[in-house]
């Protein structure tokens, strides 16, 4: 039976069409999250005569945050919002860079301004010199959705917090967060405590060893311990050593990415309501790859990438950032040309979200 000729070009139009779709969705399927950062347009010529190792240069000074002298400080953390007036403000802690990497426990919260998300950013000074001189690590911050601002730091004290009703302050002290056990066994310590908003306007906290936490009562709490640590039971990830993570919602998804500090490696987690059954999406970064590069193909192999933080531009993560030192962290011993800033990477969230919509969680609204 011979068939006509228009019904043939309608079935090779159709073959053609069901193959470029399969091979859409294989080539998503493949990718990680490290396969979706942009190259980072540079402030001018890149500079090999900035602080560094060789694995470094050369590099954009002015990106991000740092002391460009390596004469003062060390930075850390970094958390972007953007304010009524159109600036970016930066929110992250520095210490003395003479005492080495391991002075961070002296470590302070600080406030830093630019025009331009990808920076320079302009250090503004401590956000609450007469609290405990400034004292502040794992420096997050968050718009509330009442409309004032919230900066939660842990690690070197209790999981604190301070509200502003504007982004320039004053930060007014809080107090620790209240923890209700909920039945599980609450975190044993205030270390790496990552907020974010949810879509009702709850709030929700991951810690280092991958406890949820939910407070509908605002951000003092008391948070609802939503079970254990999702880490060590996730297929695919190290039973130990994770730390940093952020969590963020975009995409119809919540996500977390986590760091592994022993192989440098790290994580990205994706659940449908931000509690259960987080998936393990593979890669979110590694120091090793050719993932931190400029527009004109130079590529920075920083040698340890940790503290990452998202910021997002229409429901999607436009930046991150990074907390990042040139040589091992027991290297930098201070005042030997080496140190630590924060820098920040162009990512393409939107691209990410739309590949993630046919996973096997869905885009499920929460």
């Not at 309608?10 to 193959?19: D, G, N």
């Not at 990074?322 to 924060?342: A, C, E, L, M, W």
């Amino acid at each position: 039976m011979s068939i006509p000729l228009h019904s043939m070009k309608r079935v090779i139009l159709l073959f053609a069409v069901i193959s470029c779709l399969a091979g859409a969705g294989s080539s998503a399927a493949g990718k990680t999250l490290i396969d979706y950062f942009l190259p980072t347009p540079s402030h001018g010529p890149l500079s090999k005569d900035a602080w560094g190792a060789a694995n470094v240069l050369p590099r954009d000074p002015q990106n991000g945050l740092e002391d460009t002298t390596m004469k003062q400080w060390n930075y850390w953390d970094g958390r972007i919002i953007k304010g009524p007036d159109g600036k970016y403000h930066i929110f992250a802690s520095r210490w003395d860079q003479a005492k080495g990497h391991n002075g961070w426990g002296g470590s302070k919260a600080v406030q830093a301004v630019s025009d331009n998300p990808l920076g320079p950013y302009v250090d503004k000074g401590l956000l609450w010199p007469d609290n405990e001189g400034g004292k502040g690590h794992n420096v997050c911050a968050l718009a509330l959705p009442d409309g004032r601002y919230a900066v939660m730091v842990s690690e070197t004290r209790p999981c604190d917090v301070f509200i502003s009703n504007t982004l320039d302050g004053p930060w007014a002290y809080q107090g620790t967060i209240k923890i209700d056990p909920n039945g599980f066994s609450a975190p044993g310590r205030a270390s790496n405590d990552s907020p974010m908003v949810r879509p009702d306007g709850s709030i929700e906290i991951v810690e280092r060893h991958g406890i949820i936490m939910i407070s509908t009562d605002g951000i003092m709490g008391p948070y609802k311990v939503q079970g254990p640590g999702i880490f060590s039971n996730i297929a695919g990830m190290p039973k130990k050593n994770m730390e940093d993570p952020v969590i963020w919602y975009s995409g119809g998804l919540y996500h977390i990415v986590v760091n592994c500090w022993s192989s440098r490696q790290a994580y990205h987690l994706t659940s449908p309501d931000g509690i259960h059954n987080w998936t393990n999406r593979g890669l979110a970064y590694d120091p090793t790859k050719d993932f931190i590069r400029y527009t004109d193909g130079t590529v920075n192999h920083w040698n340890k990438i940790e503290r990452p933080g998202v910021y997002l531009e229409n429901g999607h993560v436009a930046y991150f950032t990074f907390g990042v030192i040139d040589i091992p962290k027991d290297q930098q011993t201070g005042n030997n040309g080496h140190g630590s800033k924060v820098i920040v990477v162009p990512f393409d969230g939107a691209a990410m979200d739309r590949d993630l919509q046919g996973g096997p969680d869905g885009a499920q609204s929460p």
